[in-house]
T-cell receptor
Framework: EAGVTQFPSHSVIEKGQTVTLRCDPI?????LYWYRRVMGKEIKFLLH????????ESGMPNNRFLAERTGGTYSTLKVQPAELEDSGVYFC????????????FGPGTRLTVT | AQKVTQAQTEISVVEKEDVTLDCVYE???????LFWYKQPPSGELVFLIR??????QNEISGRYSWNFQKSTSSFNFTITASQVVDSAVYFC????????????FGTGTRLQVFP
């Protein structure tokens, strides 16, 4: 069974540019989560999808971040325009059952904004 | 508010030494889960264990063991006879299901095991 995959693995962009991160969850997992780790700090929750619906987006930092999950399959996280403080590692995770299943994480996308 | 504290930023040991990674949590929920994840150099977060708040039994899995103590709000992780392959960043996390299933992570502890 394939794990959670994320693309790209690393992205370097200039301040003001747009970047789109992609996450493919484990097949059959309805729950998809985005997290971010900035500069050695804790990993912080961004948002949670159940199928194509946003269940909880309380962690989204501001309206420069837009997350979508087309047809309840893969998800994209767009940052527009990117700022220096957006640099970090963006993790995606998926789970089958919200309450009974652990979250399986992808390898992350390292975003560097210069 | 929920919070996870991993006071040890970095630990270095020599192979075959035992090492304990500390984790202290805060929550007002009576039902919660505690987790440990491992992040090897390849970058992905690897699930190690989930513990329910109602189950305080210690758990052992090979060289890994976990000590959950509600009285001190701690969920410590011990690696016995450490190996070079154990070198990684280890994260402790907390979730309070039936409220929100998002994970609250600590800042991680980097473990370096030298040969």
């Amino acid at each position: 069974e394939a794990g959670v995959t994320q693309f790209p693995s690393h992205s370097v962009i200039e301040k003001g540019q747009t970047v789109t991160l992609r996450c493919d969850p484990i097949s059959g997992h309805d729950n998809l989560y985005w997290y971010r780790r900035v500069m050695g700090k804790e990993i912080k929750f961004l948002l949670h999808f159940v199928k194509e619906s946003k269940q909880d987006e309380s962690g989204m930092p501001n309206n420069r971040f837009l997350a979508e999950r087309t047809g309840g399959t893969y998800s994209t996280l767009k940052v527009q325009p990117a700022e220096l403080e957006d640099s970090g590692v963006y993790f995606c995770a998926s789970s089958q059952d919200r309450w009974e299943d652990e979250q399986y994480f992808g390898p992350g996308t390292r975003l560097t904004v210069t | 508010a929920q919070k996870v504290t991993q006071a040890q930023t970095e630990i270095s040991v020599v192979e075959k030494e035992d090492v304990t990674l500390d984790c202290v949590y805060e929550t007002r929920d009576t039902t919660y889960y505690l987790f440990w994840y491992k992040q090897p150099p390849s970058g992905e977060l690897v699930f190690l264990i989930r513990r329910n708040s109602f189950d305080e039994q210690n758990e052992i899995s090979g060289r890994y063991s976990w000590n959950f103590q509600k009285s001190t709000s701690s969920f410590n992780f011990t690696i016995t006879a450490s190996q070079v392959v154990d070198s990684a960043v280890y994260f402790c996390a907390l979730s309070a299901p039936y409220n929100t299933d998002k994970l609250i992570f600590g800042t991680g502890t980097r473990l370096q095991v030298f040969p």
